[in-house]
């Protein structure tokens, strides 16, 4: 990094922190973040235990169960790293993040509650090391309405002001979503239903927290 990114960078950081709203949202958001993510363990291990409906999906049906975990993760955690690194150099993008994050999680975590689905069938176990504290180091199987892997993916595009960015994520959301339908881990619907759920929340978003931010995509 030369003189003048890290001096571009600084200033980036020093404009955000003067800011009294966006230094609200930061400090805010990370707090509720921080509750989530301890909630999370305690969350996952009540849905494992409880009954859930298995769907009938044509499309499951059709595609021979496969692991293929090490692909999903090397996509999503490559895509979080350019998220974090272009977040890193412009902090708006992480205040975004992190509130997207946040409404997501909390729409999930009722969806799930509101219809307790069982696991598809033929599933393939999905374990991430790197979130797995997270998870209470127990393999979840049913968070299941509206697919997190993919809803994360759109997150990060909905936060990425270059178009670039935003193709490169959009393109690895593809790949995802169909990758998880490969390892059976989501109905169809999990992986169609995020889209529309993530697009309508970032829509709320854009026109209360996010209405003065100078990118809104």
């Avoid at 902090?91 to 997207?100: F, H, K």
């Avoid at 994520?169 to 759920?197: E, N």
Wanted: glycine residues 4%; aromatic residues 12%; hydrophobic residues 55%.
């Amino acid at each position: 990094m030369n003189r003048n990114n890290t001096i571009s960078l600084k200033q980036n950081w020093k404009a955000t922190w003067a800011s009294a709203s966006q230094r609200s949202l930061m400090l805010t958001g990370s707090a509720i973040v921080s509750v989530i993510l301890l909630a999370m363990p305690f969350f996952f291990q009540y849905i494992e235990r409880r009954p859930g409906v298995q769907l009938h999906d044509v499309v499951l049906a059709n595609i021979p169960a496969h692991d293929v975990s090490l692909y999903i993760f090397m996509i999503i955690w490559g895509m979080a790293g350019l998220t974090l690194f272009r977040a890193i150099q412009t902090p708006a993008i992480y205040v975004r993040y992190v509130w997207l994050y946040i409404v997501i999680c909390i729409t999930r975590m009722l969806t799930i509650l509101m219809v307790p689905l069982a696991a598809p069938a033929g599933l393939v176990e999905l374990v991430d090391p790197l979130t797995g504290v997270f998870y209470g180091h127990t393999v979840i199987t049913k968070d299941l309405f509206y697919s997190g892997h993919t809803a994360s993916l759109l997150t990060m595009y909905f936060c990425l002001p270059k178009k670039s960015d935003r193709m490169l994520v959009l393109i690895a959301t593809l790949i995802v979503g169909c990758l998880l339908l490969v390892q059976h881990v989501h109905y169809t619907i999990d992986v169609l239903a995020a889209p529309v759920f993530v697009f309508l929340l970032n829509s709320i978003m854009k026109s209360t927290l996010f209405a003065n931010e100078k990118f809104n995509n």
